[in-house]
């Protein structure tokens, strides 16, 4: 790969992050105007949005499938393309019945584009000289703040959810085909196993990827109730938490190649751990608003680079074809995201909220501990 050619994948990558990102935050904001659409509560509600879940997760693990015969490139253009012409059905799904097949087809696209994209970061990273995985997740972080801020505005302004999701649509395409024809073609494994149960180094990278993504979805879910239950802050201030954690992802994310370039994999990831730790012990013992608060940057900062990491270390290892561990590793994480805040809310129920986020500390130790082992001879 020539030094051009090596600058136009980056910037393909980047757009295929930057529209996975945007095009899953632009359904946020439309989430209330569907629940009041169909005149539907929230269970039924929760119901619709596990489809979304459900479709990504299944779209997951066939993608590990067809990027190992068939190579990423022509995944994240279809699963894009797919995804962006889902969006404009969320904002005009008449029935319940409707919006569950809308919802699926979306999460498909989205989920089958996430592994994709990875695999394709994995492979640009290789002909690198400097690491760039980092770089590669803060554009999913920066398109998600863009699409949530957008689509925001354009409801403000009194547009119509269908306007808003058909612009968003636009702007995921748009940024998909811009990538199409710098993606590179990936290599397929030639010979090799098209399906393979992760095993080896990939299961402890699959663990500590569900164990982070567990983190963040319990933050995203549960940190406003943890803060205002605690007295720390009134009720119409209670997202402030969730606020500094992704700015301080986002940020971690956004210098973490030169960081993790400067100490390797290994001293990112325990330092990272630890980092991350500390915020956990600040958040829970300290009860003083803004100091406690300020845990949540050590959180985001400690965990922004440890995911990045661990899909750099997946297109490493020997254990099992590259592609098919990237799509584990993914599969996990996510079902981590879906799973975890409802294990939190089954645990707080039980022993108190505070409780449950201890024991997401103790899962959080894993990182730390486990560092050494999945970093061998890698720094």
Known sequence: MTVMDGKQARLATRLAFLAAGFGLASWAPLVPFAKTRLAIDEGALGLLLLCLGVGSVLAMALTGILSAKHGSRPIIIVSGLIMAAAMPFLAFALSPITLGVALFVFGAGLGSLDVA?????????????????????????????????SVTAMLSLGLAPVVCAVVSAVVVGMAILLAWPRLIATQADEGGPLFAFPRGIVLVLALLAAVTFLTEGAILDWSALLLTDAGLVPLSQGGVGYIVFSLAMTTGRLVGDGVTARIGDFRTLFWGGLAALAGFAVLLL?????????????????????????????????AMPSGLAVAAITTTGYAGILMGPAGVGAVAKLVGLPAAFWGLAGLMVLVPVLARTITANRG
């Open 117 to 149: 994209m990875n695999i394709h970061a994995v492979e640009v990273e290789k002909a690198s000289p400097r690491p760039l995985m980092s770089g590669f997740h803060a554009l999913f972080s920066i398109g998600g703040f863009g699409g949530a801020a």
């Open 286 to 318: 300290v009860k003083e608003p803004v100091i406690a608060i300020a845990g949540f940057v050590l959180i985001g900062l400690g965990a922004s680079n440890i995911v990045p990491v661990l899909f750099r270390l997946a297109g490493a290892q020997k």
